[in-house]
T-cell receptor
Framework: DVKVTQSSRYLVKRTGEKVFLECVQD?????MFWYRQDPGLGLRLIYF???????EKGDIPEGYSVSREKKERFSLILESASTNQTSMYLC??????????????FGEGSWLTVV | GEDVEQSLFLSVREGDSSVINCTYT??????LYWYKQEPGAGLQLLTY?????DMKQDQRLTVLLNKKDKHLSLRIADTQTGDSAIYFC???????????FGAGTRLFVKA
């Protein structure tokens, strides 16, 4: 089974702090994603990466950056956390091709509260 | 841009069938998915269908695709309290990076 692991499930940070959310996948997937999930808004794509050191902006990249130094690891960085970044953050991965139906696999989510 | 729409809430009685509907705009979608999210957890893939299929059945789950109307539905037979969750419809393309998600339908199952 594909496993996507988000290292922190629950975090509370202060406004202005730098926040790192880490994600690791064990299936050698080329593509990795960071979404945020808010009630009534569903999932919104923040950034994605299709290869090591490559990144692309999603729909809501403002206030975020990402890092992909190794294929299995994709980090989301909040340079200066703000209260409107309080949300659930979901990491996901998928293979570029294959018989898995182009399926995207998710981690368990990281609940971030900024106070 | 591409969009996926689904109603936000559905309430059914235990033992009844649930039908969750979804419409999408991207006619080039080749993969159409249903994901389930239980409270406090990530999304789990329930099932998916290729765009060249009309129907897929997997135990209590039936997926129907009307490609002409760009309409996807998920039917859960004999709904149980354990089926209470948020269900997300999503679409993607072969070789595409992005998977587009709907806002999710929260299913309430009354005992």
């Amino acid at each position: 089974d594909v496993k996507v692991t988000q290292s922190s499930r629950y975090l509370v940070k202060r406004t202005g702090e730098k926040v790192f959310l880490e994600c690791v996948q064990d299936m050698d997937h080329e593509n990795m994603f960071w979404y945020r999930q808010d009630p009534g808004l569903g999932l919104r794509l923040i950034y994605f990466s299709y290869d090591v050191k490559m990144k692309e902006k999603g729909d809501i990249p403002e206030g975020y950056s990402v890092s992909r130094e190794k294929k299995e690891r994709f980090s989301l960085i909040l340079e200066s956390a703000s209260t409107n970044q309080t949300s659930m953050y979901l990491c996901a991965s998928k293979t570029r091709q294959g018989s898995s139906g182009n399926t995207i696999y998710f981690g368990e989510g990281s609940w971030l509260t900024v106070v | 841009g591409e969009d996926v729409e689904q109603s936000l809430f559905l309430s059914v009685r235990e033992g009844d069938s649930s039908v969750i509907n979804c419409t999408y705009t991207d006619s080039s979608s080749t993969y159409l998915y249903w994901y389930k999210q239980e409270p406090g957890a990530g999304l789990q893939l329930l099932t998916y269908i290729f765009s060249n299929m009309d129907m897929k059945q997997d135990q209590r789950l039936t997926v129907l695709l009307n490609k002409k109307d760009k309409h996807l539905s998920l039917r859960i037979a004999d709904t149980q309290t354990g089926d209470s969750a948020i269900y997300f419809c999503a679409v993607g393309r072969t070789g595409g990076f992005k998977t587009i998600f709907g806002a999710g339908t929260r299913l309430f199952v009354k005992a």
